[in-house]
């Protein structure tokens, strides 16, 4: 069967897709580059705000029509799927295969099922599986925790992904070792909470401890996502601090700089705990790189409320930020109980906060110029005269191609840099050429 696959959301999608696409390969599935050519194609679903999920439903009517055309199956995989909004959608647009995100194993089953409506829920042996390591990558994630206990009011994971499920530490080891044999050099632990690994399984290691287990492996590098800022403990710093393997960069979300509002949202901290983890962390890594997410707008948020949050911003001074407008989830507390603000109220809020932003990121940037970092170069970028890669601290660098002609690890001298990159000359190369000024 020509298959294709669409996959919208976050890494943990990515890693899912992964997952699934190598159940489907087993199966004897082909892959084709675009939907036009396949006989099924599987749209593995975001839920977490409402742009997501208008794009799963253009893309479903799109293929609604195709379906009128030809023979075609569609499935629909992912945290929307896990939803009842997901499962309107899916019954409006004829989707033949619904998949929980729990329920990733079950593909085969589901495909071969003569009833075409196939609602397959929460989890099972997920948490055992162990996917093939992905041929000639080198950077490559690995799902150590799924699902949420924390209760943010405005979050819908905790409903589509179900409570923290901690996966076997062997298991992550041994799939670790696997891609460290095919040439993988930076691993990236994913959780919605990775800092709460282990918490639900009883001599399981601890998040800080299995940080040291994946370090002794000697993959070079060490990420991991998404951290929440209740379960950052001291001995996660140190873990990190003393594994070198582990890259010295965090994702911290603090989702608001109000205590008001952290209070509303259920964060379960203060800014006052959020602003000693950032002390502590930069205590022991003083040049660590942090960045964040934030939500603007959260229904009761007031001017002074978005300064609190302002000002965090400048107290912490981010490396970078992934920044939201606050959208309402059905099925979410916050939907029920609060009044939505205004639009416009919270796109001007995005925006000065965006300004924020980027002038943090620019002077943050501006510290590594004329410094050596470590580049993972995955390619050529978009203009292809360039290669592009990224640092331990996740900062997009790019380099000449000519340069850096093959993917893999470079020793860059950081040139000059901007909000968004910095741009670098690999040590060594054999034909240095200067670097265009280019300010994007
Ligand atoms: N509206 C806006 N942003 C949200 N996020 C989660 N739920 C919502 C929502 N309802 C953001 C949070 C989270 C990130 C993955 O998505 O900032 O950290
Ligand atoms: Fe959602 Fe909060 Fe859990 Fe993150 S920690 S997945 S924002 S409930």
């Known amino acids: 069967?020509?298959?294709?696959?669409?996959?919208?959301?976050?890494?943990?999608?990515?890693?899912?897709?992964?997952?699934?696409?190598?159940?489907?390969?087993?199966?004897?599935?082909?892959?084709?580059?675009?939907?036009?050519?396949?006989?099924?194609?599987?749209?593995?679903?975001?839920?977490?705000?409402?742009?997501?999920?208008?794009?799963?439903?253009?893309?479903?009517?799109?293929?609604?029509?195709?379906?009128?055309?030809?023979?075609?199956?569609?499935?629909?995989?992912?945290?929307?799927?896990?939803?009842?909004?997901?499962?309107?959608?899916?019954?409006?647009?004829?989707?033949?295969?619904?998949?929980?995100?729990?329920?990733?194993?079950?593909?085969?089953?589901?495909?071969?099922?003569?009833?075409?409506?196939?609602?397959?829920?929460?989890?099972?042996?997920?948490?055992?599986?162990?996917?093939?390591?992905?041929?000639?990558?080198?950077?490559?994630?690995?799902?150590?925790?799924?699902?949420?206990?924390?209760?943010?009011?405005?979050?819908?994971?905790?409903?589509?992904?179900?409570?923290?499920?901690?996966?076997?530490?062997?298991?992550?080891?041994?799939?670790?070792?696997?891609?460290?044999?095919?040439?993988?050099?930076?691993?990236?632990?994913?959780?919605?909470?990775?800092?709460?690994?282990?918490?639900?399984?009883?001599?399981?290691?601890?998040?800080?401890?299995?940080?040291?287990?994946?370090?002794?492996?000697?993959?070079?590098?060490?990420?991991?996502?998404?951290?929440?800022?209740?379960?950052?403990?001291?001995?996660?710093?140190?873990?990190?601090?003393?594994?070198?393997?582990?890259?010295?960069?965090?994702?911290?979300?603090?989702?608001?700089?109000?205590?008001?509002v952290l209070r509303r949202m259920g964060r379960e901290y203060r800014r006052e705990w959020y602003l000693d983890r950032i002390r502590a962390i930069r205590e022991a890594m003083p040049e660590v790189v942090l960045s964040t997410d934030i939500i603007v707008g959260f229904p009761g948020e007031t001017e002074e409320d978005f300064q609190e949050t302002l000002s965090l911003y400048d107290q912490v001074g981010y490396d970078s930020a992934y920044m939201f407008i606050y959208s309402p989830r059905p099925g979410t507390p916050s939907y029920k109980h609060f009044q939505d603000l205004p639009r416009e109220v919270k796109v001007e809020r995005l925006q000065r906060l965006i300004e924020k932003q980027k002038q943090w990121s620019y002077k943050q940037n501006q510290r590594w110029v004329g410094r050596t970092l470590e580049v993972l170069v995955r390619g050529a970028a978009k203009d292809d005269s360039y290669a592009e890669g990224h640092s331990r601290g996740n900062h997009p660098v790019l380099v000449l191609a000519s340069q850096a002609p093959r993917p893999g690890l470079y020793q860059v001298v950081v040139k000059q840099a901007t909000p968004h990159m910095l741009l670098g000359e690999v040590v060594g190369a054999e034909e240095p050429a200067t670097i265009p000024l280019m300010m994007a």
Request: proline share 5%; net charge negative.
């Open 1 to 260: 069967m020509k298959t294709h696959i669409i996959t919208y959301g976050c890494q943990m999608n990515e890693y899912d897709t992964h997952l699934v696409k190598s159940e489907l390969a087993s199966l004897g599935a082909e892959f084709v580059d675009t939907w036009q050519e396949a006989d099924f194609v599987l749209v593995n679903t975001c839920a977490v705000r409402g742009k997501p999920v208008e794009k799963v439903r253009s893309l479903l009517g799109e293929l609604r029509k195709e379906k009128d055309k030809r023979d075609l199956m569609v499935g629909m995989m992912g945290c929307l799927a896990q939803l009842e909004e997901g499962q309107q959608i899916a019954r409006k647009f004829g989707v033949d295969i619904l998949l929980g995100p729990g329920a990733l194993t079950e593909i085969g089953k589901a495909l071969e099922a003569k009833s075409r409506f196939w609602e397959l829920s929460f989890r099972e042996e997920l948490a055992h599986h162990l996917p093939p390591a992905p041929q000639g990558q080198l950077s490559a994630f690995v799902s150590i925790i799924r699902g949420c206990n924390h209760h943010c009011t405005y979050c819908i994971v905790p409903t589509t992904r179900g409570p923290e499920v901690s996966r076997h530490p062997d298991l992550i080891l041994r799939e670790i070792e696997q891609l460290k044999a095919a040439g993988v050099v930076e691993v990236t632990l994913l959780g919605q909470n990775v800092n709460s690994y282990g918490n639900d399984q009883p001599g399981f290691p601890k998040f800080a401890e299995l940080l040291r287990m994946v370090g002794q492996i000697g993959i070079p590098r060490i990420k991991f996502t998404t951290s929440h800022p209740v379960n950052f403990t001291d001995e996660v710093i140190r873990a990190m601090a003393e594994t070198p393997q582990v890259c010295e960069y965090i994702h911290l979300p603090v989702q608001s700089g109000s205590n008001r």
